[in-house]
């Protein structure tokens, strides 16, 4: 085992999925010799060169497409967006050919491309209104994609490697927020598999859903509650789609209380999704209605006072998750 960053382990998995695999390569804007806008692939271009870490113009249609093309053609992408916000003028490509290059040719035709972007808010340094939007829900709901948001450094890591080796188009998120997180990282070779949620954290009393920079307030919110008596368990989804529900239920069922947490916007967010799904999986285990939170629906202000006003904070779910076991 040895210390990494969240950066620094995003930096190996995909150093050493280059080395395996010959038809893995990178691109996007000033990967090369700036190592890209937060240093996530410095170093790189020294040891593979510019065949297989490819500086692009600054457009994300043709960063997008050119993944697309290269990955029907038989090799694996990790395409990088500067930022998720951006990838918005990449959403054709990625919705409306990646995402069903599959199905439009029958089975036939493989687009196995990782499309890699930071998201969400900095905590630290207001960013503004279109540098720290959660976009998860953009492309959860798209049949034909699947979404990974890792929380640690392990996580990133290991999911990487196996969007990279994944037959699909994978959405690849990164919480710009967790960057200079650190924590432990195999020294061995190692996948973690795509589809799977982690229980962060074991508790009896209530069970916290979340992904991202908010697994991190959850974990601070519990230790906490604990001291009240109330042990929150924290779910870490961590592949957004396809959905780990079977660890979702099993946990509520156990704990009788559910509270779900996103980072982004209140209206059409993941929240309601799981909200929703535990309410149909779990009603008769549920002692007390599913609590939620999520991001006010304005846009991400740049004054930082402001910001931590429109996100959720750690206070948030603790009002929350005492509000649903009836300790408030």
């Known amino acids: 085992m040895h210390k990494a960053t969240y950066k620094e382990a995003i930096r190996e998995g ?33 040891e593979f060169g510019p065949e297989r870490v490819r500086d692009t113009p600054i457009s994300e ?4 497409g050119a993944a697309l093309g290269s990955a029907v053609a038989g090799l694996r992408p990790v395409a990088e ?3 998720g916000d951006f990838s918005a003028i990449a959403y054709d490509q990625i919705v409306n050919a990646a995402a069903k290059a599959r199905f439009q040719f029958g089975g036939q035709c493989k687009a196995p491309m990782v499309v890699r972007m930071p998201v ?9 209104v279109v540098h720290c939007q959660s976009v998860d829900n953009w492309y959860v709901q798209v049949p034909g994609l699947k979404v990974v948001l890792p929380s640690t450094p392990y996580d990133a890591k290991g999911l990487l490697k196996s969007a990279i080796r994944d037959d699909n188009p994978v959405i690849f998120l990164e919480h710009k927020a967790l960057y200079e ?11 973690v598999p795509l589809g799977v949620a982690d229980v962060k954290r074991r508790g009896s009393t209530c069970t916290a859903v979340t992904s991202g920079k908010m697994v991190h307030f959850a974990l601070k919110a519990a230790l906490e509650l604990a001291k009240e008596g109330i042990e929150l368990e924290v779910i870490d989804i961590r592949t957004l789609k396809p959905l780990d529900e ?83």
């Open 81 to 83: 967006m500067m930022f």
């Open 120 to 128: 969400g808010a900095l905590s630290w340094k207001s960013a503004g």
């Open 14 to 46: 995909l150093a050493e999925e280059m080395r395996r695999d010959s038809s893995v390569f990178l691109l996007g804007e000033d990967i090369g010799l700036h190592g890209g806008a937060f240093g996530l692939t410095k170093g790189l271009f020294a």
């Open 181 to 191: 997180y650190q924590d432990e990282v195999p020294d061995e070779d190692y996948v």
């Open 246 to 328: 079977e660890t979702i239920f099993a946990s509520v069922r156990k704990t009788h209380h559910a509270v779900v947490i996103h980072e982004g916007h209140r209206t059409g967010g993941l929240a309601a999704d799981w909200g929703m799904r535990i309410y149909t999986g779990c009603l008769d285990w549920l002692d007390a209605r599913i609590g939620w939170v999520a991001a006010h629906d304005v846009p991400i202000p740049y004054n930082d006072g402001l910001e931590k006003k429109v996100l959720p904070q750690p206070a948030d779910i603790l009002a929350a998750v005492r509000e649903t076991c009836g300790a408030a």
């Open 61 to 64: 249609s043709i960063i997008a």
